[in-house]
């Protein structure tokens, strides 16, 4: 049965704006905008439980760290908790020189007299003034006409304006938004905003933020870069004014949307830390950021230790950040595909000898997890989809245990069908039990009860090799064999002396080795490859303090290998 999602006329296209000549697609971004965080107004108010003052004190401290110079602390006329945590801001100096204070306020008497009243010592402030502009609004909300809503932003400045006297000693910038601007006619949103300009007045020392509100995101961002563009090309006095985003995410577009309109000309962006916000969130400031940043643009925001931004974020809100969320989830350095862990792990490897600042193109990664705070352990994780190098990566970065490449299907193989068994993920360390148990714990159907070797050395002056003369006591299947044999070095004693039990005839046809461990902990690991009598190869893995013992192991672990 066919299922159908017709909208039938329910829903329908955003109307595009009438541009043309339009600039933006041509643009690159190259500096950072202004940033606000809106974190402590947008994103507080849309939590489950609202911070307390405590709470909101060191939120603000974290926002001040990280670099915001605008910093949107609330709506003092709210409630008395609004009103104490501006207070305590500004008496308890909290607020840096270099950074403003940012309040909003509807264009209402009561309320604005009560927002100045809060900013009482401030140094320097953001008035945020806005009210509703779209039909939807106009229509269902204020029952008012176009010229009744204009009036209403035109009376809210005239109040601004009459209350500025209460802010003595406070340097004064007006912002305002149309509020819903997205869903509002392009020229009536330029026509309550040149009123409100006018009724202000607007220098190159006094600029005005008109803040562009995606209060519901409706449009695609090419539109919504349209809809930039062409205020951006019609407001009057365009030199001194500040064109502000404040985009929302409804469409799950916001950070596309954000930047296209700073291509479209805008200048400052509101937003909060990782999207929080009403419905879908505001615009994630750490996601353009970052953006910016991969594209060689300094965003002037510090977010070198993701880590603790998200672990004080998680915690001053109690909002979890997605294991996917770009840049800053658990997840979104880390690659379980196969073919995805090996062209991580060789991109890696090529890096050790490449300088720091060299160029950056390690493949699926796309960006060095170091310059946020990041670290490389948790790049490649394991489960049933993945490939043989994941593994080995895991096992060299963790353990130093280098295995050679012709060793690493067989060991994936053992990885996956033990993450296939266990039907999760395998941690480091069930990789390295898995490696263990195959390899280096195993003692049937070989082993070795007593081992002991004599270096032969040749006659003094002649040209005769040493000799190493290996005598043993092996259990093979569970009978004792005592054996002896000489060879030109432990191993090939060794092997000679195994000829003389029921063990499988076979010929070493691969070995390497290295140190593990630095110091008095320093050992050597032995890989072997056998080839017996039937044809069939074999991996085996020694461990040892000793070279010579190492080898020896391997072998027996070759010969005790069951798939």
Not at 409 to 436: C, H, M, S, T, W
Request: hydrophobic content about 35%; overall charge negative.
């Amino acid at each position: 049965m066919k299922v159908s999602m017709n909208p039938n006329g329910k829903y329908r296209p955003f109307e595009a704006v009438p541009i043309k000549n339009r600039t933006w697609p041509n643009k690159t971004i190259t500096k950072a905008p202004l940033w606000c965080s809106v974190d402590l107004r947008d994103g507080n108010q849309a939590l489950i439980n609202p911070m307390g003052v405590e709470q909101k004190l060191e939120f603000f401290d974290l926002l001040v760290k990280i670099g915001f110079k605008q910093i949107e602390v609330g709506f003092p006329s709210a409630s008395d908790t609004e009103f104490n945590f501006m207070r305590r801001l500004i008496e308890e100096n909290h607020v840096p020189e270099d950074v403003t204070l940012q309040v909003l306020c509807q264009a209402r008497e009561k309320l604005i007299k009560r927002t100045f009243e809060s900013l009482k010592g401030c140094k320097k402030a953001i008035f945020h003034l806005y009210n509703s502009t779209s039909p939807a609004q106009r229509k269902y909300t204020f029952n008012k006409s176009k010229e009744e809503i204009k009036q209403i932003a035109i009376d809210g400045i005239r109040c601004v304006k009459k209350c500025l006297s209460m802010s003595e000693g406070t340097e004064i910038q007006l912002e305002y938004s149309p509020e819903s601007f997205s869903t509002t006619e392009i020229d009536y949103a330029l026509e309550v905003c040149e009123a409100v300009k006018k009724e202000w007045g607007c220098s190159a020392d006094n600029k005005v933020i008109l803040n562009l509100p995606t209060t519901v995101e409706c449009a695609l961002p090419n539109q919504f870069a349209d809809q930039i563009e062409y205020f951006c090309q019609n407001i009057s006095d365009r030199e001194n004014v500040i064109i502000s985003l404040h985009n929302h995410n409804d469409r799950g577009e916001g950070v596309a949307q954000c930047e296209l309109g700073l291509l479209a000309g805008a200048d400052r962006v509101e937003g909060c830390l990782f999207g929080n916000g009403e419905r879908t969130g505001n615009l994630d400031i750490v996601n353009v950021g970052m953006n910016m940043y991969t594209q060689g643009v300094d965003p002037e925001l510090d977010f070198t230790d993701m880590p603790m931004l998200v672990e004080a974020y998680t915690r001053l809100t109690g909002m979890p950040i997605h294991p996917r969320t770009p840049y800053s989830g658990e997840l979104v350095f880390t690659a379980f595909s196969g073919s995805h862990q090996d062209a991580i792990r060789k991109g890696m490897a090529a890096r050790v000898n490449m300088k720091p600042n060299d160029y950056w193109d390690v493949p699926y990664l796309t960006f060095d997890p170091h310059d946020i705070g990041r670290q490389y352990e948790g790049i490649i994780r394991i489960n049933s989809q993945s490939g043989k190098g994941g593994a080995a990566f895991i096992m060299e970065q963790d353990y130093g245990i280098v295995m050679p490449k012709a060793m690493h299907p067989v060991f994936g193989e053992l990885i996956k069908n033990a993450a296939d068994k266990a039907q999760r993920e395998l941690q480091p360390k069930e990789i390295y039990a898995v490696f263990e148990g195959a390899w280096l714990k195993t003692k049937s159907p070989l082993n070795v009860i007593e081992i002991t070797e004599r270096h032969i050395e040749g006659e003094r002056g002649s040209e005769a090799p040493e000799q190493v003369a290996g005598m043993a006591t092996l259990e093979w299947e569970g009978k004792q064999f005592a054996v002896a044999a000489n060879g030109n070095g432990p191993l090939d004693a060794f092997v000679n002396a195994l000829k003389q039990t029921p063990a499988p005839k076979f010929n070493i046809t691969n070995f390497s080795e290295h140190s593990i461990g630095t110091g008095s902990d320093t050992c050597a690991i032995a890989y072997v490859q056998i080839t017996k009598e039937d044809g069939t190869q074999v991996w085996g893995v020694g461990k040892s303090s000793s070279v010579g013992r190492a080898g020896i192991a391997a072998v027996v672990s070759a010969l005790n290998f069951k798939a």
